[in-house]
């Protein structure tokens, strides 16, 4: 787990909210204060969605965020800065799958939970925070080390 500051925080809403770089994340829990506090769960209900549109388009546990992002943007919009928000990101199957096989991992898609990646904002400091959830108990810390440096290296080139 990494947790830290970013300086630039123009720079990093702008391509949160803006940009497309994280519309591949999906999405487990937004929390926006503005006016009122705003809160979000990405988890998607499938009983929403006939049986043929979820075999012509099979769907993730969670929203991504490419289909978040207008409407958590269209809530900080405006002249004043939002009280605080937090976006809990995690990191799809496909992406976690190829995410095992470029760093050589012993470790299997059964065996984790998620790779996350929190990002807050409050007080006027951004900040974020890595995570990794698995099902199994290990010593191995590879995975863990290997995301927090991947995100690192991910929010520095943006």
Known sequence: ???EQIEDIKGLTSKL???ENFDA???REVQIVTYNSFTIDGHIRKSFYTKEELEEHPLEDFSTWKRLRPI???L???KKLPSSFHIEFQLAQKGVEKFLMQNSSSLTLENVNGLYLQIRYEEGSL???TGCSLNLFTLDKGLEYAWDEAVQKFIRGL
């Open 17 to 19: 909210f803006l940009g």
């Open 25 to 27: 994340f999906l999405v």
């Open 76 to 78: 900080i919009k405006g």
């Open 72 to 74: 958590c943007f269209s």
């Open 1 to 3: 787990m990494v947790a």
């Open 127 to 129: 900040s974020y925070v």
